[in-house]
Structure formats: structure tokens, C-alpha cells
């Protein structure tokens, strides 16, 4: 019985045996599994550590502006069972504005207003100062053009004032106003070839309406157009005192409108002696108006220049003949390089041949 005891207990062991090694097996594999994938976990958090380490203090680094943790524990925001670094938010994108500013105290407390920088440079041989103070009752830009006034300096009083192909523009305006024909009362003023437009001409408007001093004035080769001319011929028209002989508009645009303000000028003007209207934009229309102005009411005009307007045809031909035959004053009629035939102009040049001391140039 005994001896029948041990070895069923014997035999039990040897088949436990086995059972057992196998369990143990398994579970020292799963326990080196689970070895390797911490060390693995420890081995990467390690990795992520270093990379996140900064050469610089980490409250000065990159990392803390765009995720501000404890400066303490740079690496408190990771989670142990994370294996991936945290996704850091992008930084916006840096907006320009499109005109770049400048900042400047505006108030002694030193608060801080955009002052706008001038983007190009002018081409011209103006300077501007752009100024933009915190009283809003000063003027928030000053012009000066520090070439024209060395040149003003030099000119005498009283005399002639030659201003031509200086790169001048509206703006300039104002100073040769105040101070070449105010103040130094000049006699001729020529400002041929510049860029002057309309504005310009509004300003140089107001000093004309009570001006007896200035007898020449030179506006050709400029962008005054017919607006600049109904300007110019408002001040010539109320001006009973004016002095101005001479009127040089050639090369400015000038179309039958101008052509018509012009006109309406000649009736009550009574000191122009010279108008040269070359190289424009005028057409029959327009030297209809003239030539009804000059046939019967204008006494003073001596010579008129038409010349280079390629819109005059032989349809202003009787108008100009019925001028001829009634005005007594004009002397010469330029009208070359237009649109005029042959038999228009025969037609002119006989006119002409039954007056005494006139010139017409076809």
C-alpha cells in the first residue's frame, strides 16, 4: 500500500513537473517582455528629454513662448506612457502692413504714433517733408522745394524771371506766387515746360485777379488742359488793371472748350496782345468762337497762333474770312500744320492780299 502511495506521488511529480516549467517559461517571457518595452519607454522618454533640453534658459527659449510650462519642470507637460512628443502649436504668421510706418512720441508721456514713410522717391527736384503731429489743427503736410527757392534768390526785382525745364510742379506754385510775383513784382514769368496742371494754375488764378505788374506769362508745354484755361481766363476777365500782354499756351492739351473760355476773355479783356495756342487740341468750333470774339469785339489783339492743331479744317474757313474782313487790329494769323487744303488756303490767302499790313503764315 505504501510502496502503491509513493509512486502515484512520484509519477504525479514527474507529470507536474513539465506543467509547471511551462508556466514559469511563459510568464519569464512575459516578464521580459515587459522588461524590454520599459526600458524601451525609458530609453525613448530619455531621447525626448534631450531633445527638448535648450542651449539657452528655458524661460528665454522658443519652447516656453509658444507653450508656456512650469520653468521648474521643462518636462512636466509629457506623459510617462506618451512615446510621442506633444504637438506644439505653429506660430502666426507675421502680417505686413503695406506702407511701412515709423512710431514717434506724439505726446510727452511718450505714447506712441504711426508716422507714414514716404514709399518712393519724387522725381522731381522737390523735397517734401511729411510731418504728422498730435494737434490736429496744424497742417499735416509741409512742401518745400529748397532748388527753386536758390533760384528765386538770385533773380532781381522788376525783371524778367526765366523758370523753365525745372522739374516744377503744382506745389511749386505757391512759392513763385508769394514770392517772385508779390514780392518781386516781376515782369515776364516763364514757366515752359514744366509739370503744372490745372491746381496749379487755380493758384496762380488768385494772385492774377489784382496783379498790374506781370506783362508776359509762359505756360506752354505743360497739362493744364481746358480746366486750367477756364481758371486762368476768369482772373484775365474780372482784372480790369491787368498789364498781361503776352499768353504763351502751346503744347497743353487746349480743346474747343479752352478755345471758348478764351474766347469769352477777349470780349472785356483789354491789355492781351499775343496769344499763342500752337500745337494743341482745337478744333472748327473753337476757331469759330475766336473769330467771332476777334471780328466784333475784341480791339487789342495783335497776333493769334494756331499752328500744329490738326482738327482745323476748311469748315472754319468762312468764319476766318469774316474775322479778316472786320477786325482792324490783328496783324499776323499763324495757321500752319493743319488740316487745310489747298483751296481753303487760296481761299485765306486772297482775303489776306485785300488787307494792308497783314501777315497769315498757312
Known amino acids: 500500500m505504501t510502496s502503491r502511495k509513493v509512486t502515484a506521488i512520484t509519477q504525479k511529480s514527474s507529470l507536474d513537473k513539465p506543467y509547471r516549467t511551462l508556466a514559469s517559461i511563459i510568464e519569464d517571457q512575459e516578464n521580459s517582455s515587459a522588461i524590454k518595452f520599459a526600458a524601451k519607454t525609458n530609453i525613448n522618454l530619455s531621447l525626448m528629454s534631450n531633445e527638448r533640453k535648450s542651449p539657452v534658459p528655458y524661460s528665454q527659449s522658443i519652447s516656453f513662448r509658444l507653450n508656456p510650462i512650469s520653468p521648474s519642470s521643462p518636462t512636466s507637460a509629457l506623459t510617462p506612457s506618451s512615446t510621442q512628443p506633444p504637438i506644439l502649436p505653429r506660430p502666426p504668421t507675421p502680417t505686413r502692413s503695406p506702407t511701412p510706418t515709423r512710431m514717434r512720441p506724439s505726446t510727452p508721456t511718450g505714447t506712441l504714433t504711426p508716422t507714414p514713410v514716404p514709399t518712393s522717391i519724387p522725381t522731381s527736384l522737390s523735397t517734401i517733408t511729411t510731418v504728422a503731429p498730435a494737434n490736429k489743427n496744424f497742417k499735416s503736410e509741409f512742401y518745400y522745394n529748397p532748388k527753386l527757392q536758390e ?69 506752354s508745354f505743360n497739362q493744364i488742359y481746358d480746366v486750367g484755361v477756364f481758371e486762368l481766363t476768369r ?19 487746349i480743346g474747343n472748350d479752352g478755345a471758348s473760355y478764351l474766347s469769352e476773355m477777349l470780349k472785356t479783356n483789354q491789355s492781351l496782345k499775343e ?13 469759330k468762337k475766336l473769330a467771332g470774339a476777334l471780328a466784333y469785339h475784341d480791339k487789342k489783339l495783335k497776333f493769334l497762333s494756331l499752328s500744329m492743331n490738326i482738327f482745323i479744317t476748311d469748315l472754319c474757313i468762312d468764319s476766318l474770312i469774316e474775322m479778316l474782313k472786320h477786325n482792324q487790329t490783328l496783324k499776323e494769323l499763324w495757321i500752319e500744320d493743319c488740316n487745310l487744303t489747298e483751296e481753303g488756303k487760296m481761299r485765306l490767302q486772297e482775303t489776306v492780299d485785300r488787307k494792308k499790313n497783314f501777315k497769315i503764315y498757312l
Open 275 to 287: 496769344l499763342w495756342l500752337s500745337n494743341n487740341e482745337v478744333g472748327n468750333e473753337g476757331v
Open 235 to 253: 482772373a484775365l476777365s474780372s482784372n480790369q488793371k491787368s498789364s498781361l500782354m503776352f499768353l504763351y499756351l502751346s503744347k497743353n492739351g
Open 151 to 219: 533760384k528765386i534768390s538770385r533773380f532781381e526785382p522788376k525783371l524778367h524771371v526765366d523758370l523753365s525745364y525745372c522739374y516744377l510742379i503744382d506745389q511749386d506754385i505757391s512759392m513763385i506766387v508769394s514770392q517772385i510775383i508779390v514780392a518781386k513784382k516781376c515782369t515776364e514769368l516763364w514757366l515752359y515746360g514744366n509739370k503744372i496742371t490745372s491746381k496749379g494754375v487755380s493758384i496762380l488764378e488768385k494772385s492774377l485777379i489784382n496783379n498790374s505788374t506781370l506783362q508776359s506769362l509762359d505756360l
